[in-house]
Structure formats: structure tokens, C-alpha cells
């Protein structure tokens, strides 16, 4: 009868395992276990000859976006890839729009390595390497950036909703010098999401909002030819 108490024993154990995996990975799916809001555009493919900067940043978004939507609920909304149109007749791209009962976050993504500093209220951030072949690099402050992908979104909806500045570096690898309240990392970002309050927007607002923003989503051969475009202008 020994064999039979060990066998029950052993069947005891590998549910046990069993529910300890599929527990984690729900937790590590977000907040609404297997749910996950709608995504619309990001489906790009990367041609094998993009321009590695480009190809980097292509990924990044990716990467961010994978990681975004499970914290969705299913009637909320992540919209990748938009072409925003400006004033002077040109387009701004932005990474992506999350839209939930939250808020509305315009997030943009980096996908910096090497060593970044800068504030929110720096002109610029530096970008330094390990590398001594590999040239420093000062960038446009990507909080300052985003900030007029917020105020233009927010006069698309008609003022009537705010829109929050996030940037998230999707693989980072030494951000002690960042000093903002609107730069994380991918964790960091899941940390503060889930402590926001859900009574922000209601379902029909985000379905509003969602309708409102839906038309400024890009096909992949519109994205093509706007960073086409973006090269040629600055090179």
C-alpha cells in the first residue's frame, strides 16, 4: 500500500507546481489575468535592411507595446504607431496611446543603451558609452518632446480629456542620472499604473476617445514612408 501513498503524494505536489506557474503567470500578465485590451496598428514587420538606429527603435516599440496590453482591460484600447498631423502641414509620429480607465497616456518609448542623463528640465539628455570606438550623444529631452504630442492630442479631443506624458525606455541600462517624473522603465511603469485610481475615464469615454483617435493610426507602408520621409529631412 506504500506505493499507493506515494503516488497520491506525488499527484499533491504536481498540482501544486501546476498552480504555483499558472498563478505567476497571471500576475505576470498584469492586472485582469487573462484579459488584455484591443491593439490597433504596431504590427509592422522590420525589413532586414532598416537602418540599425531605426531597427533599435522599431524594437523597442515592440518590446513596450508587449508589455503594455495585458495591463489592459478588454474594452480598453492601445493604439500603436500614429501619424499625427501639425500645423505646418507635416507629421509627428507617436509610439503609442493607451487608453483605459486610468487615463490617457501618450507614452513614448526609447530604446537607449549605454549611460543616460538629464532632467525634465534639460534641453538635452546625454547618452554616453562604454565603448571607446562609440561616439557620445546628446538628445532632444524626450520629456520636453512628448509634451507636444500631449498638448496636440489633447486639442484633437477637443480639451475636453488630459493626456499624460510618459516615457518608457523599453531596455535600459543605466538610468541613475535620469532625473524626471515621467521616465520609467518597463517595470516601473507596470508599478505605477496599477497604484492609478480606475474611475478616470468611464467605458464610454474611453470608446469615445478611442473612436476619436482610431483614424490617426498608420498603416505600415504610412510608417515607411514617413520615416523615409524623417531620413531624408535630416540627413
Known amino acids: 500500500m506504500w506505493w499507493i501513498v506515494l503516488v497520491v503524494v506525488a499527484v499533491i505536489i504536481l498540482i501544486i507546481i501546476i498552480a504555483a506557474v499558472v498563478s505567476s503567470t497571471r500576475n505576470n500578465r498584469g492586472d485582469y489575468g487573462d484579459g488584455g485590451g484591443t491593439q490597433v496598428g504596431g504590427g509592422e514587420r522590420i525589413p532586414f535592411f532598416t537602418p540599425a538606429n531605426d531597427r533599435a527603435g522599431m524594437w523597442g516599440e515592440k518590446l513596450v507595446n508587449y508589455h503594455l496590453r495585458p495591463l489592459l482591460r478588454e474594452d480598453e484600447y492601445l493604439l500603436a504607431n500614429l501619424l499625427l498631423p501639425l500645423r505646418n502641414g507635416c507629421k509627428t509620429e507617436i509610439d503609442c496611446i493607451l487608453i483605459s480607465r486610468k487615463g490617457i497616456f501618450c507614452i513614448e518609448t526609447k530604446n537607449w543603451v549605454g549611460h543616460i542623463s538629464g532632467n525634465d528640465e534639460d534641453e538635452y539628455w546625454h547618452q554616453e558609452y ?35 506624458n510618459i516615457v518608457i525606455f523599453a531596455d535600459l541600462e543605466d538610468g541613475w542620472g535620469i532625473e524626471s517624473d515621467y521616465a520609467f522603465t518597463i517595470r516601473s511603469f507596470k508599478d505605477y499604473y496599477r497604484e492609478l485610481n480606475d474611475d478616470e475615464l468611464s467605458p464610454s469615454q474611453i470608446k469615445a476617445v478611442y473612436q476619436m483617435l482610431l483614424p490617426l493610426v498608420a498603416t505600415p507602408e504610412e510608417m515607411a514612408r514617413h520615416r523615409e520621409e524623417v531620413r531624408s529631412r535630416f540627413n
Open 130 to 164: 562604454d565603448y571607446p570606438y562609440m561616439r557620445d550623444k546628446d538628445h532632444k529631452n524626450p520629456v520636453k518632446q512628448n509634451e507636444g504630442h500631449c498638448a496636440v492630442l489633447e486639442r484633437r479631443l477637443h480639451n475636453n480629456y488630459q493626456v499624460d
